[in-house]
């Protein structure tokens, strides 16, 4: 089992910032993928930024090159820098854990933290 627990969220006004961090327990040993997903009341919950456990990227179009996914070196805490932050980034974000037992693929979620951004 990995448990994961997501901070820093809250409300900002639209072109500032704020980090988020999701902190992971467990076992975290078998993690592949760690990543951000967001859902916005009415919408789907949607991937926002991933990263691999050898440090591969991938980020939405929407927050290339404001939002920026990281973790720290023990891979036990995730983090999503969240800059110049848009009205349409109003949701409540969730910490995903991947992991591979048997050749499946095992998802672990957070219970999420609201962020919401004011124009």
């Known amino acids: 089992q990995v448990q994961l627990v997501e901070s820093g969220g809250g409300l900002v006004q639209a072109g500032g910032s704020l980090k988020l961090s999701c902190a992971a327990s467990g076992t975290i040993s078998l993690i592949n993928t760690m990543g951000w997903y967001r859902q916005a009341p009415g919408k789907q919950r949607e991937l926002v930024a991933s990263i691999t456990s050898g440090g591969r990227t991938n980020y939405a179009d929407s927050v290339k090159g404001r939002f920026t996914i990281s973790r720290n070196s023990a891979k036990t805490t995730l983090y999503l820098q969240m800059n110049n932050l848009k009205a349409e980034d109003t949701a409540v974000y969730y910490c995903?854990?991947?992991?591979?037992?048997?050749?499946?693929?095992?998802?672990?979620w957070g219970q999420g933290t609201q962020v919401t951004v004011s124009s």
């Open positions: 995903n854990a991947q992991r591979i037992i048997g050749g499946v693929t095992v998802p672990s």
